[in-house]
């Protein structure tokens, strides 16, 4: 079965400072990544997502995640980070398995809180 | 346009109570999929949907967990006799399929935070 490791619970930057959350996947095959953030009090909002193509991926809010197959890691970037980036960070992963009907699962990992000090 | 919906918001309920959630996912999505969250975790998968059979039901914890999902859009999520340690924010999401059965982005709703005392 697929799994996804994001081994950073809690990061704290300061606000202007780059970010890098980290994110590896166990899987056969290359699976569908996707990136999701959870503000307090909202709901899971969809940052970036690679299918295919080219490994590099842009997504809102100024997000960024590079996909690279030698390391199973798909990783979110920020080259500047504001402070109402402060929020809990999903890592996914889908793929397609008979033990799911033949249908995609998504699995979703324990999730990184991103603190934002002035 | 509308997106996914989640009825109650919250709900209160004594240990061994029934509890029913419920979820509008967004017309024209036939997957569905149920998550809990509790305090300080991540999402913990439930169960899946296509239409209105369930392919993978491997998340639900016990046999107090049950879900359907009827004319392949509303979503009922039922607790049975709940227990304290069911305490958690569900959440519901839906996606559409693509060729070959991909899932594309899941879009979730504003969850039920279940207390239960």
């Known amino acids: 079965a697929q799994s996804v490791t994001q081994p950073d619970i809690h990061i704290t930057v300061s606000e202007g400072a780059s970010l890098e959350l980290r994110c590896n996947y166990s899987?056969?095959?290359?699976?569908?990544l996707f990136w999701y953030v959870q503000s307090p009090g909202q709901g899971l909002q969809l940052l970036l997502k690679?299918?295919?193509?080219?490994?590099l991926v842009q997504g809102i809010k100024g997000f960024e995640a590079e996909f690279k197959r030698s390391q199973s890691s798909f990783n979110l970037r920020k080259p500047s980070v504001h402070w109402s980036d402060a929020a809990e960070y999903f890592c996914?992963?889908?793929?397609?398995?008979?033990?799911?009907?033949?249908?995609?699962?998504?699995?979703f990992g324990t999730g990184t809180k991103l603190q934002v000090i002035p | 346009g509308a997106g996914v919906s989640q009825s109650p918001s919250n709900k209160v309920t004594e240990k061994g109570k029934d509890v029913e959630l419920r979820c509008d996912p967004i017309?024209?999505?036939?997957?569905l999929y149920w998550y809990r969250q509790s305090l300080g975790q991540g999402l913990e998968f439930l169960i899946y949907?296509?239409?209105?059979?369930?392919?993978?039901k491997s998340g639900l914890p016990s046999d107090r967990f049950s879900a359907e999902r009827t004319g392949g859009s509303v979503s009922t999520l039922t607790i049975q006799r709940t227990q304290q340690e069911d305490s958690a924010v569900y959440l519901c999401?839906?996606?559409?399929?693509?060729?070959?059965?991909?899932?594309?982005?899941?879009?979730f709703g504003p969850g039920t935070r279940l207390t239960v005392t």
């Open positions: 999401a839906s996606s559409w399929l693509g060729a070959g059965g991909l899932s594309y982005e899941q879009y």
């Open positions: 899987y056969g095959a290359t699976p569908y």
């Open positions: 690679y299918f295919s193509g080219d490994t």
């Open positions: 996914a992963v889908g793929v397609k398995s008979k033990s799911s009907g033949g249908y995609q699962k998504v699995t």
């Open positions: 017309s024209g999505h036939t997957a």
């Open positions: 949907f296509q239409g209105n059979s369930a392919p993978d």
